[in-house]
């Protein structure tokens, strides 16, 4: 019976009260939108964009960039879509900038130029990506929400927050990612709309451990309490501001801890398409009440394992 609800449940996420909680889709071309075209992911609460830069010699222009953004709002059919500004990183190197002056010896290490401090170092990407996404916005009224990768102060917050506005993009967001970022959520919420949690690059920062080596996937568990602390805070700093909170990394597609983001405070959470079924089963099977024990279980503990145990002691065992 169980797996017939998983094949039935096509609603939107909201737990057992009521409590909406929005499950939305990551993708990262224009192929992973068209496939969400009947799907009954409520949006995207992550496009990464680094496709549309990858192997390049020169930077795309703003023409070319808007027809992207525009097929992929196209095939969300009205539903909203949060674009990430370009991350340029180790594992997905901007080529076309070592041209640019950029020193292949360091260009986009961990601690190093990525993120929103290429847009520092380089304006002019930010300030393509931006206009190419206002008009694809204006061209088809999709509502479209932009963040920025490796926020790591308000400051930059700010920065990138009235750039974006000077675009006329409404909706603007900081990813928090950076373990400075989480501990100032709150002064970050005073710049931008909402903010959303990269779990993936929040658990290399908080556990010094790059995210590459497989080598080191128990320090990079999200289940990690440390890590659930700077979640606990960036959601705590939604709150007080009465502004959304996302979680787009990995983390949002393993059920139990879905359970223990919502119970944090999480509004919204942004996965893998093929995952959505199953969190949205494990929400909707559980109050806003249940979900909150179920966080301060998991935040006693002090090992991932056992933050995992604990909160699956109290997951309804039909989920
Ligand atoms: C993250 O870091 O968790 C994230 C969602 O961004 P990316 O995986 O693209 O770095
Ligand atoms: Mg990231």
Redesign the pocket.
């Known amino acids: 019976s169980s797996i017939r609800a998983l094949d039935n449940e096509r609603g939107p996420g909201v737990t057992r009260d009521g409590v909406a909680v929005a499950l939305e889709a990551n993708i990262a071309s224009m192929a992973d939108a068209a496939r969400l075209a009947d799907s009954s992911v409520q949006g995207v609460g992550?496009y990464?964009t680094e496709a549309v830069f990858l192997e390049r010699a020169t930077p795309p222009g703003v023409d070319e960039q808007r027809v992207i953004y525009e097929r992929v709002l196209r095939s969300l059919g009205g539903r909203p879509v949060t674009i990430r500004t370009v991350?340029g990183?180790a594992d997905r190197p901007l080529e076309f900038l070592l041209g640019q002056g950029m020193d292949p010896a360091t260009a986009f290490e961990a601690l190093g130029l990525r993120g929103f401090r290429l847009d520092v170092r380089y304006p002019q990407i930010l300030d393509s990506q931006l206009r190419a996404i206002a008009a694809a916005q204006d061209n088809t009224g999709v509502a479209v929400r932009v963040m920025a990768?490796m926020i790591s102060t308000p400051r930059e917050a700010a920065e990138f927050a009235k750039r974006a506005r000077e675009f006329g993009i409404a909706q603007v967001g900081a990813m928090v990612?950076i373990p400075s970022a989480a501990l100032r959520a709150s002064k970050i919420l005073e710049h931008v709309d909402f903010i959303s949690v990269?779990?993936?690059?929040?658990a290399q920062y908080t556990m010094a451990a790059d995210r590459t080596l497989g080598e080191l996937s128990r320090l990079l568990d999200p289940w990690q309490p440390a890590v659930l602390d700077l979640v606990s805070m960036a959601a705590r700093a939604g709150k007080e501001h009465s502004k959304p909170v996302a979680v787009?990394?990995?983390a949002a597609a393993d059920p139990a801890l879905a359970l223990v983001l919502v119970g944090l405070g999480v509004t919204s959470l942004s996965m893998a398409p093929g995952a959505v079924s199953a969190v949205r089963h494990a929400i909707r099977h559980h109050s806003a009440k249940e979900t909150r024990a179920i966080a301060r279980a998991a935040l006693a503990e002090s090992s991932p394992s056992s933050a995992k145990r604990a909160a699956l002691e109290l997951v309804d065992p039909q989920v």
């Open positions: 992550l990464r991350d990183g990768p990612e990269g779990t993936n690059d929040l787009c990394g990995e």
